[in-house]
């Protein structure tokens, strides 16, 4: 498998846009690099993939699992403790959250996806996720279906850190919560 570093930078400077955030700068080597033991593309490919399935069968715990205890979400350390408590909330407002991937890209140390994410609101968001515009929103019982990019770091199997862009202002206007956009001027 090919990697396209050029479109892991771009998809980085998307991911930390959204988030309003400077990218942090590059790690050392980990351990892996320093032994000489990298994983395959393929290798790491297979962990976001099972990632991926645990996700959209809700399964918290295995995905929980997957993250490294000191793994970072959008540069901040959130160890597996914040990973699940952001999963709870994720699950709480969109119970039927899926990914379905369209395209991949993977590294020695990184896999990267474009993906459709959807749902339907059912429940009353309690963190800053998705762009933290539905905290406290009641559910509108409406779905949606948006862009995601996601970029993920891997170490010894395990995922060290994730980054990810998404079209929040796009699942807004599909939950009713924004207004559509205005119609260009003729």
Known sequence: MRCNNAWLGVLATIAA???????????AASQAQRNGAMATPEQNRLVI???????????VDRVVEMFAEDG???????GRDGVRAVLMDIYTRFPDAKL????????????????????THRGVGRLPVDGAMLIGVP?????????????????????TEH?????????????????????PPQ
């Open 72 to 78: 970072r979400n959008f540069g901040r350390s959130v």
């Open 100 to 119: 379905v991937v369209h395209e991949w890209i993977a590294d020695s140390e990184r896999v990267g996806f474009r993906a459709t994410y959807s749902g």
């Open 17 to 27: 846009g959204a988030e309003a955030q400077e990218l942090p700068a590059a790690p």
């Open 49 to 59: 993939e099972r990632w991926v399935e645990s996700f959209n069968r809700g399964d």
């Open 163 to 183: 980054w990810g862009g998404r079209d929040d202002v796009g699942m807004m206007r599909q939950l009713g919560l924004l207004p559509p956009p205005a119609a």
């Open 139 to 159: 559910p509108t019982n409406r779905s949606f279906a948006v862009v995601h990019l996601h970029m993920f770091r891997i170490e010894n199997g395990l995922i």
